[in-house]
């Protein structure tokens, strides 16, 4: 599988896309996808989000890391999907 973007027909069931954040850091993400689940092989409760520093390349960019990370850069900040 390689890496791509929410609107690729081929790529990670995690691979959604980037977000922008303002200065003030608060975020807030909406999300409809039509690969990912909560339930099934494709689950993605218990799963980590993970946000990277960097803008995701979508695997477009020729750096080393655009077919596994999308050249995005550090992770700065990560989470556990739960039901609640």
């Not at 596994?68 to 990560?78: I, M």
């Amino acid at each position: 599988m390689v890496h791509g973007g929410p609107m690729d027909t081929i790529r990670h069931v995690g691979d959604l896309g980037n977000i922008n954040t303002p200065a003030s850091g608060d975020t807030v993400i909406d999300i409809t996808d039509n690969v990912i689940s909560l339930t099934g092989p494709q689950s993605i409760v218990g799963r980590a989000i993970v946000i990277h520093a960097d803008p995701d390349d979508l695997n477009r960019g020729n750096a080393p890391t655009s077919n596994t990370t999308g050249n995005s850069g550090a992770r700065v900040a990560c989470g556990v999907i739960r039901l609640i």
